[in-house]
């Protein structure tokens, strides 16, 4: 039986895990890299932080994953690389029976979707796997109607709009955001197989400054799992909540950067949610 990896060149192999599927070996990637050391250390410096800010468990400040697809029952086989003394296996109402041998833990996966798993052993960091159903209808090689993964996320800015480009930020933007800026957006691809996300805002110095202003405190209120009350109630407020507060702001002489570093798949979800809502809010109204 095939089993398709679905790994992204470039992205960071897992140091603590291997997998097999049906016998066949399936990358594991870690994000961000990280080794126990450095998790250690990490923690320790959350707990120099407030309460609500500490972490109870250093494993889980980093995931390892693997994204593949196969069809029907399918057995997997993952290599801890130390012995494994206890294990569980999400969802629990799943009731997965797993088998340990030494350092290999060996479980089935079933048939019912969807089959999206977090493993836990020992004390070692979250293991998420994603097991698809091979797609039946596949395009042909070199369709120019196909994109790569990276395709959508090139270096070409992308406005939201044309002429009416102060308006629109307005629009797409916090309540009581000044008009007079305007705004491109970009993403392509960035270290460690990740991607980076960019909006450049031009015009109105008192707009963009105004906007700095309120990117910045957003940021400040921003952390992973941790929403911001009414952020999303904007288009950009959206976008810079699934930053999770990981981005930077700079200051050109004619232009506010605001750049988002995160997987491909959420920079592919900010683009696109950037394209449709500019296109909602900035496009043609028709007749």
């Not at 406005?159 to 000044?178: E, I």
């Not at 952020?231 to 507060?245: C, D, Q, R």
Request: proline share 8%; charged share 20%.
């Amino acid at each position: 039986m095939t089993i398709e990896d679905h790994f992204i060149a470039g992205d960071a192999v897992s140091r603590t895990f291997r997998l097999h599927a049906n016998g066949q070996p399936v990358a594991v990637v870690e994000t961000p890299p990280m080794d126990a050391a450095a998790r250690a250390r990490r923690a320790a410096e959350y707990q120099q932080l407030p309460d609500y800010c500490h972490i109870y468990d250093p494993a889980a400040m980093h995931l390892h994953y693997a994204h593949f697809a196969a069809a029907g029952d399918v057995t997997l086989a993952i290599d801890a690389g130390e012995p494994i003394r206890a294990f569980r296996i999400h969802p629990l109402r799943r009731k997965l029976a797993g088998h340990i041998a030494g350092q290999t833990l060996t479980f089935q996966t079933g048939t019912r979707g969807p089959r999206h798993f977090i493993v836990r052993i020992n004390e070692l960091p979250p293991l998420m796997l994603v097991v698809e159903t091979p797609e039946e209808i596949r395009p042909a090689p070199g369709d120019a109607n196909v994109d790569e993964a990276f395709a959508v996320l090139d270096d070409r800015d992308r406005p939201v709009s044309g002429a009416a480009l102060p308006d629109c930020l307005a629009l797409l933007g916090p309540a009581g955001l000044p008009t007079g800026a305007g705004m491109t957006f970009r993403a392509e691809e960035g270290p460690a197989g990740l991607a980076t996300v960019t909006l450049r805002f031009e015009g109105d110095a008192g707009a963009r400054a105004a906007l700095t202003d309120w990117v910045a405190r957003s940021r400040e209120r921003l952390s992973p799992g941790r929403g911001v009350s009414g952020l999303e109630e904007s288009l950009l407020g959206s976008v810079l909540a699934w930053s999770e507060g990981d981005l930077d702001i700079a200051m050109e002489e004619d232009a506010t950067v605001v750049s988002i570093t995160t997987t491909p798949a959420r920079a592919a979800r900010m683009v696109a949610r950037l394209a449709l809502g500019g296109a909602a809010a900035c496009g043609p109204k028709g007749p």
